[in-house]
């Protein structure tokens, strides 16, 4: 029973090593830059543990409401209609509990191939969304998500860095101190840097960038924040890239605001002031989907903006709708030939990723 719970404790610890605004182990001077001039890191997203089966129950619900309309001539019930991605043809007659055990073997998956990756990456990062339960709304259940996510994510090697940040579903659509709170105990700082050798990464909290209506004092503490990091040590960085749940854009920089990327007021000064400090990456989650687009400054700077798809449930775009929004969304499907991650190469000739499925990393093995 003790080793068990030594076991428990040792594995928390390893979720909790982004404190005080840094990342133990990954802190300046702890890798010699002369011996990092190449390697790799791995980007995940959106492992969201019990979104596939919620999207199940909601569809059920919006089938018997759409039934009611139909026995009783146009009723209705004066609920918001929200747009749901329609479950992939292949997982017809799967339950709540088949839909759960699919998400839970792709992160399988995702843990087996970063552990037999060689040469073995420096880190791996999941950029948010780990799980589906928002905290505020059903802390039972979330909590029940976040110990499945735990138990498959503390089998990544111990000798790669793993680094957890939150997404909306992590902290709430609104976070609040409670919600930021509860976050630090299971996961540690929700925004902080890190080193690689002289190469520079940033982690952002950007829910507080999408809505701070409960959190005005936090987020502007990191808006303080952010601007010293872009200001430290700029003249002995190789490379700096950003990390964030929500992207700034999706394909374009001036596209329209939109539920998936951040409003376009704050998007561009946001992305100002990371080309002002040198930024040249910035990798996100959220879209469920694979995006790219770059950001090119007033004075010439740039930014290549990386949005991953899930190693989850990836949503596939309807044309007819709005790409940017939830109208958009027109089936979701948790599967190996289309759930992956993607493998980052930096070297002094600059970065270069790649987005594999896990059928794809499986079939290379």
């Known amino acids: 029973m003790l080793a068990i719970q030594i076991n428990i404790m040792e594995n928390d610890q390893r979720f909790l090593a982004a404190d005080g605004r840094k990342y133990s182990g990954l802190e300046r001077g702890d890798l010699s830059p002369k011996d990092f001039q190449d390697y790799t890191f791995v980007q995940l997203a959106d492992t969201q543990l019990g979104m596939m089966t919620q999207m199940k129950e909601v569809q059920h619900l919006l089938y018997l409401r759409t039934l009611i309309k139909i026995f009783t001539l146009g009723f209705k019930d004066g609920k918001k209609e929200i747009p749901i991605p329609e479950l992939s043809a292949i997982h017809r007659g799967q339950t709540g509990e088949d839909l759960f055990e699919i998400e839970v073997e792709l992160s399988r998956q995702a843990v087996h191939c970063i552990n037999k990756m060689s040469p073995k990456p420096v ?41 957890c940040l939150c997404g909306n579903h992590d902290v709430s659509e609104k976070p609040s101190a409670k919600e930021l709170g509860l976050w630090k105990e299971r996961f540690g700082d929700d925004y902080f840097s890190f080193w690689v050798g002289s190469d520079k990464y940033i982690v952002l909290n950007s829910q507080m960038y999408k809505n701070d209506t409960n959190c005005k004092q936090e987020a502007e503490h990191q808006n303080e924040w952010l601007d ?46 990371l080309a002002e400090g040198d930024v040249s990456h910035w990798f996100c989650g959220h879209y469920h989907r694979n995006a790219e687009g770059t950001f090119k400054s007033s004075n010439g700077k740039q930014i290549e903006v990386i949005t991953s798809g899930a190693v989850g449930g990836n949503i596939e775009t309807d044309p ?14 948790a599967d190996a030939s289309v759930s992956g991650l993607r493998i980052v190469s930096v070297s002094k000739k600059g970065i270069t990723h790649e987005f594999k499925t896990f059928e794809s990393l499986m079939t290379e093995e």
């Open 228 to 273: 010293k990091e872009l200001q430290q040590g700029q003249e002995n960085r190789r490379f700096t890239a950003v990390f964030s749940h929500i992207p700034p854009f999706i394909n374009d920089p001036e596209e329209s605001s939109g539920y998936f990327p951040l409003s376009k007021e704050v998007r561009l000064d946001i992305l100002a002031r």
């Open 123 to 163: 880190f791996a990062v999941i950029c948010g969304d780990l799980v589906h339960a928002f905290p505020d709304k059903d802390p039972k259940k979330n909590a029940m998500e976040v110990e499945a996510f735990k138990n498959i994510y503390a089998k990544i090697d111990p000798s790669i860095r793993l680094v």
């Open 320 to 333: 007819a709708g709005d790409v940017l929004g939830l109208s958009g969304m027109k089936s979701i499907k």
